[in-house]
């Protein structure tokens, strides 16, 4: 039952997306990417959060990086496998290099083990740059 109501969410929320983007005049890449993922981010968002306020840090840095290689690895490989997969947007090739940007976060909590106030908002900004580019 949980799984027809999780799988009736997604369904919701992908139709819902494209009537977003289709009324706005917005491509259906910039929807996903804002609206989507945002929404299907929010319980690692939660979790992370809780997790880091109880000195948990190893916990949130591990969600959020297992989270997106989970993601880009076996969910793109799964919907793929499923049905193939076209993309059109010129918003990947930003995609590409936020990605990149992911990895080099990642390789500074690794090598230096945190991750400071400015460089957390550094990483906030660079995400609302991204969209904000996107959006143009």
Do not use: C, Q, Y
């Not at 289709?22 to 804002?34: H, M, P």
């Not at 880009?72 to 010129?90: C, E, K, M, Y």
């Amino acid at each position: 039952d949980e799984i027809g109501v999780v799988a009736g969410g997604a369904h919701f929320l992908v139709e819902s997306a494209v009537a977003i983007a289709r009324t706005a005049g917005l491509s259906e890449w910039v929807i996903g990417e804002t609206i989507v993922a945002v929404g299907t981010s929010t319980p690692e968002i939660v979790a992370s959060v809780a997790a880091a306020r109880k000195g948990m840090g190893d916990v949130a840095a591990g969600n959020l990086i297992g989270s997106n290689v989970f993601n880009a690895l076996f969910v793109l490989g799964i919907a793929s496998v499923l049905t193939p997969l076209r993309v059109v947007s010129t918003a990947l090739g930003t995609a590409t290099w936020m990605l990149g940007l992911s990895i080099l976060a990642a390789v500074l909590l690794g090598t230096r083990g945190r991750l400071g106030r400015l460089e957390g908002l550094a990483l906030v900004l660079i995400n609302l740059f991204r969209w904000a580019l996107d959006l143009l």
